[in-house]
């Protein structure tokens, strides 16, 4: 306790000197993606409220629309969730009618995930979100694909580290 005790609180600055900017909230790209992410999030949710989906769900059904009878773990794999989130976000949506899961014949271990009809016939009611959403970055579209590819390029150099 006495080591404590001679520890003086470090005083306060007005104003941080010029190296401090490595810790301005606005030099981190951490805060741009997090804070874009959130406004594109907000973006999103009118549109998807109209299709009674949350943006996890709008996800996975983009998956499966892509590929359907695509497994939890292929899944997960491609939307960067763990199976502590994909499977209660799976069962919800099945309990709403747009999905199937079921064990996979050959291997019972394999859950395969379907699309009902319900799931298939939202994607064409889903087919304007993407215009909606193009329209309202008031981006043009090349721009959209260059910075897409480039975050994409830095979650893989990200992850590559971490594996």
């Known amino acids: 306790?006495?080591?404590?005790?001679?520890?003086?609180?470090?005083?306060?600055?007005?104003?941080?000197?010029?190296?401090?900017?490595?810790?301005?909230?606005?030099?981190?790209?951490?805060?741009?993606?997090?804070?874009?992410?959130l406004a594109m999030t907000k973006m999103y949710k009118p549109l998807l409220a109209a299709l009674q989906l949350t943006y996890p769900q709008y996800l996975v059904m983009l998956v499966l629309w892509e590929t359907d009878g695509v497994s939890v773990s292929t899944l997960g794999e491609r939307l960067f969730l763990d199976s502590g989130t994909l499977t209660p976000l799976l069962k919800r949506m099945e309990a709403g009618g747009l999905l199937s899961r079921q064990r996979?014949?050959?291997?019972?271990?394999?859950?395969?995930?379907?699309?009902?009809?319900?799931?298939?016939?939202?994607?064409?009611?889903?087919?304007?979100?993407?215009?909606?959403?193009?329209?309202?970055?008031?981006?043009?579209?090349?721009?959209?694909?260059?910075?897409?590819a480039q975050i994409r390029a830095l979650r893989k150099r990200i992850t590559a580290e971490q594996t």
């Open 1 to 37: 306790m006495q080591l404590f005790a001679t520890i003086q609180p470090m005083p306060q600055r007005s104003t941080p000197p010029a190296n401090d900017a490595a810790l301005r909230l606005d030099n981190q790209l951490c805060f741009a993606l997090y804070s874009t992410s």
């Open 104 to 148: 996979n014949a050959d291997d019972e271990r394999r859950v395969e995930v379907f699309l009902s009809a319900e799931g298939r016939a939202l994607q064409a009611k889903a087919a304007q979100v993407p215009a909606c959403l193009l329209a309202a970055s008031a981006c043009p579209m090349p721009e959209l694909r260059a910075l897409t």
